[in-house]
């Protein structure tokens, strides 16, 4: 399984993660450091915003927690998501996320 994380910048890496590992996890672990991460991962600070590919429905499956924190950010769009909130599983093979701007 293979997914691609595209940096602030546009350069692209695709990374191999494990399924049961979040989305956060997998790019904190490839040494991407375009995600801050400050609370862990326990939904509470959207430093690990990322942008789902429009091909992935897994944008729309944010919970009530996860949109109160996206929608304070200024750089929200339709298809933003936490990276602490998707879990990798084989259906993400082939996605791409794209990190969001700080803020």
Do not use: K, W
Not at 13 to 42: K, N, Q, Y
Not at 72 to 87: F, G, K, T, V
């Amino acid at each position: 399984m293979e997914i691609t994380i595209i940096l602030r910048q546009g350069s692209e890496i695709v990374v191999s993660p494990i399924p049961g590992d979040t989305l956060m996890e997998t790019i904190r672990g490839a040494g991407i450091d375009e995600i801050l991460a400050i609370c862990g991962g326990c939904c509470s600070c959207a430093t690990c915003h990322v942008y789902v590919d429009a091909s992935n429905d897994i944008a729309t499956q944010a919970s009530e927690d996860e949109e109160e924190l996206l929608n304070a950010s200024s750089s929200r769009r339709p298809n933003s998501r936490l990276s602490c909130q998707i879990m990798v599983t084989n259906e993400l093979d082939g996605a791409r996320f794209t990190i969001a701007p700080e803020g």
